[in-house]
């Protein structure tokens, strides 16, 4: 007999979502505009790096283009970072990172063509308010026909932040990254529908919900002055941190590359099961990748279109260093410090998950006390999942705002769901949630995906103008 139960239909679901066809998709529009583009993304890798920190004097738009890529980052550095890395390894071994890594680099590509085509189609509402992203560039540049699938596009976008990436998998991973440092052993528990909760996990839940308020009701502005402030600083730490206990293992590191490759491969698995060991790899490493860095999701466009900006070029380019330095740099230190840490295998042999994964790497990476390693990553994981919940706010907003016309009312009463969402996460089990995330986020993708295959000769002809005219020193 089947297996019925809750979890089990997610699973199907997802399977589903993120099989074969969803892989050839994403890969196959990341490759297409690649080639497109003629590797842009690594020639102009270092311009758009100056233009990330660079704003624009006589932009147009709510905010600069260093806070709109905050506001993304904000959404994209966060448990994907830290619990799904470790999530990809440990249910697709390491071989994950690898196919996480190569994602990225196509990632790219669909980044920056967002971006672009985020502020090329943006519309400014009579309020001062630009508003832009996939529905719009879906109606806009595509037709009017297509408005159904870019009304397709808000709704489910509007389901990932209120019950996917935006909120339960943030402050669900809050949640276990404290109740791991403080209450590890569940001796402060306190009953809640029925089931036991550490008073830890039950006070993190009041605390980011109380903050989560504070901030979002404030709008745009309020969350990209928050995020340009936390992003930067924190990932400065997170990173300095996992270079030291990369450096400090540095003899593990060879050793680590070759499981990653083998494993991407199949090459150590068993006679026929190569196949089916290099597909599990793919799927966790790409679902998971897409989940940290977004690349293809649809999302990031969002927050693009609010740029201060009156080139659509340039801020693709600002864009596209999110997916760089989120999944290439990020994603890459937290794997590494997994693999040669030894944490991937103590977690293979305890059965530990998500955050136990990163945290067993930050405990034992170093010579130090593992309250020590446990603390910093409780602190990183904290304040990245909570400037993700601030950011997919935003994004959830805008797909409601599309829907319904910029109807005020509606968008103030979401943002209370919003913040109750976010009250209720912790409570959910972690695999059901990570499951429906992974659901949303490839249902997003689908029309986005779609848009920008059709609207590629667009991204090409707005690129070459853009190139042509710094050539002759137009701009």
């Given at each position: 007999?089947?297996?019925?139960?809750?979890?089990?239909?997610?699973?199907?679901?997802?399977?589903?979502?993120?099989?074969?066809?969803?892989?050839?998709?994403?890969?196959?529009?990341?490759?297409?505009?690649?080639?497109?583009?003629?590797?842009?993304?690594?020639?102009?890798?270092?311009?758009?790096?100056?233009?990330?920190?660079?704003?624009?004097?006589?932009?147009?738009?709510?905010?600069?283009?260093?806070?709109?890529?905050?506001?993304?980052?904000?959404?994209?550095?966060?448990?994907?970072?830290?619990?799904?890395?470790?999530?990809?390894?440990?249910?697709?071994g390491p071989g994950a990172l690898f196919w996480m890594i190569l994602a990225a680099c196509f990632g790219m590509a669909t980044k920056y063509s967002e971006g672009l085509l985020a502020v090329k189609f943006r519309v400014e509402r009579p309020d001062g308010k630009f508003l832009g992203g996939p529905f719009y560039y879906i109606e806009k540049g595509m037709g009017s026909r297509w408005t159904w699938l870019a009304k397709l596009f808000a709704i489910f976008g509007i389901g990932a932040g209120l019950l996917g990436i935006g909120t339960i998998t943030q402050v669900n991973g809050i949640a276990s990254a404290t109740k791991t440092f403080f209450d590890p052993d569940m001796q402060?528990?306190?009953?809640?529908?029925?089931?036991?909760?550490?008073?830890?996990?039950?006070?993190?839940?009041?605390?980011?919900?109380?903050?989560?308020?504070?901030?979002?009701?404030?709008?745009?502005?309020?969350?990209?002055?928050?995020?340009?402030?936390?992003?930067?600083?924190?990932?400065?730490?997170?990173?300095?941190?996992?270079?030291?206990?990369?450096?400090?293992?540095?003899?593990?590191?060879?050793?680590?590359?070759?499981?990653?490759?083998?494993?991407?491969?199949?090459?150590?698995?068993?006679?026929?099961?190569?196949?089916?060991?290099?597909?599990?790899?793919?799927?966790?490493?790409?679902?998971?990748?897409?989940?940290?860095?977004?690349?293809?999701?649809?999302?990031?466009?969002?927050?693009?279109?609010?740029?201060?900006?009156?080139?659509?070029?340039?801020?693709?380019?600002?864009?596209?260093?999110?997916?760089?330095?989120?999944?290439?740099?990020?994603?890459?230190?937290?794997?590494?410090?997994?693999?040669?840490?030894?944490?991937?295998?103590?977690?293979?042999?305890?059965?530990?998950?998500?955050?136990?994964?990163?945290?067993?790497?930050?405990?034992?990476?170093?010579?130090?006390?593992?309250?020590?390693?446990?603390?910093?990553?409780?602190?990183?994981?904290?304040?990245?999942?909570?400037?993700?919940?601030?950011?997919?706010?935003?994004?959830?907003?805008?797909?409601?705002?599309?829907?319904?016309?910029?109807?005020?009312?509606?968008?103030?009463?979401?943002?209370?769901?919003?913040?109750?969402?976010?009250?209720?996460?912790?409570?959910?089990?972690?695999?059901?949630?990570?499951?429906?995330?992974?659901?949303?986020?490839?249902?997003?993708?689908?029309?986005?995906?779609?848009?920008?295959?059709?609207?590629?000769?667009?991204?090409?002809?707005?690129?070459?103008?853009?190139?042509?005219?710094?050539?002759?020193?137009?701009?």
């Open positions: 007999m089947k297996d019925l139960s809750f979890t089990a239909i997610l699973d199907q679901i997802d399977g589903v979502v993120w099989g074969v066809p969803m892989i050839i998709l994403i890969m196959g529009t990341g490759i297409l505009l690649t080639i497109r583009l003629k590797v842009m993304q690594f020639g102009k890798l270092g311009l758009a790096l100056k233009y990330m920190v660079k704003n624009e004097s006589d932009g147009v738009g709510e905010v600069t283009s260093f806070g709109a890529l905050c506001t993304a980052l904000a959404a994209t550095i966060g448990t994907g970072n830290i619990v799904g890395v470790a999530t990809a390894v440990v249910a697709g402060h528990t306190v009953t809640l529908f029925g089931t036991e909760y550490s008073i830890v996990t039950v006070i993190t839940a009041v605390v980011v919900a109380f903050f989560t308020a504070l901030v979002v009701i404030g709008g745009l502005k309020r969350i990209a002055s928050v995020t340009s402030v936390i992003v930067p600083f924190m990932a400065i730490i997170y990173v300095v941190v996992c270079l030291a206990i990369i450096f400090y293992n540095i003899k593990e590191v060879p050793e680590a590359i070759v499981r990653i490759v083998e494993s991407a491969f199949g090459i150590r698995a068993v006679g026929g099961g190569a196949l089916g060991a290099m597909l599990i790899a793919m799927q966790k490493g790409i679902a998971r990748g897409i989940f940290s860095n977004e690349a293809g999701l649809g999302s990031a466009p969002i927050a693009a279109a609010a740029a201060q900006t009156k080139e659509p070029v340039r801020q693709g380019l600002v864009t596209m260093t999110g997916t760089f330095i989120d999944t290439i740099c990020i994603c890459t230190m937290t794997g590494l410090a997994i693999m040669t840490t030894g944490a991937y295998d103590t977690a293979l042999a305890n059965g530990l998950e998500g955050v136990e994964v990163t945290a067993a790497a930050f405990s034992a990476g170093l010579p130090w006390a593992s309250s020590i390693g446990s603390l910093i990553l409780m602190v990183c994981l904290a304040f990245f999942a909570f400037t993700t919940i601030l950011g997919w706010d935003y994004y959830s907003e805008r797909c409601l705002e599309y829907l319904t016309g910029g109807n005020d009312g509606i968008v103030k009463g979401y943002r209370w769901l919003y913040i109750f969402a976010v009250l209720i996460g912790p409570f959910l089990t972690v695999s059901a949630v990570w499951t429906i995330a992974d659901i949303f986020n490839g249902l997003m993708a689908i029309p986005n995906l779609i848009a920008l295959v059709a609207l590629s000769g667009v991204i090409v002809a707005e690129t070459r103008s853009y190139f042509d005219r710094m050539s002759r020193n137009q701009l």
